[in-house]
Nanobody, 122 residues
Framework: AHPVESGGDSVQSGGSLKISCVESSHWFCMGWFRQGPGKEREGVATLNVDGVPAYAESVKGRFTISRDKDTLYLQMNDLKPEDSGTYYC??????????????????????WGQGTQVTVSS
């Protein structure tokens, strides 16, 4: 089974949005990647098996990743137009805690959702 994302929407700059990902399996590493128009896919936030989060520099202080049972969340505050893109929920059982980071190459994550669209207008 693959993760299933939801909650993507169009918001104004400075607004907030919370997206969700349902994944019934247990994973050692889960997180969020995003891909904006004309941009490469980039890691946003991850949560390792110990519950320790990690964030990309561009979202630190604005985004919060969390998990409640089978659902992974990404709370996004103070959204900016450059945050626009398709947000993907990712999961993996082979990444150690030290490698469960948004800077880890996307190809290292084995399980991907279909994505949910976030659009931030100025």
């Amino acid at each position: 089974a693959h993760p299933v994302e939801s909650g993507g929407d169009s918001v104004q700059s400075g607004g907030s949005l919370k997206i969700s990902c349902v994944e019934s399996s247990h994973w050692f590493c889960m997180g969020w990647f995003r891909q904006g128009p004309g941009k490469e896919r980039e890691g946003v936030a991850t949560l390792n098996v110990d519950g320790v989060p990690a964030y990309a520099e561009s979202v630190k202080g604005r985004f919060t990743i969390s998990r409640d049972k089978d659902t992974l969340y990404l709370q996004m505050n103070d959204l900016k137009p450059e945050d626009s893109g398709t947000y993907y929920c990712v999961a993996d059982n082979y990444l150690t805690s030290s490698r469960c980071k948004p800077g880890t190459d996307a190809s290292r994550f084995d399980n991907w959702g279909q994505g949910t669209q976030v659009t931030v207008s100025s």
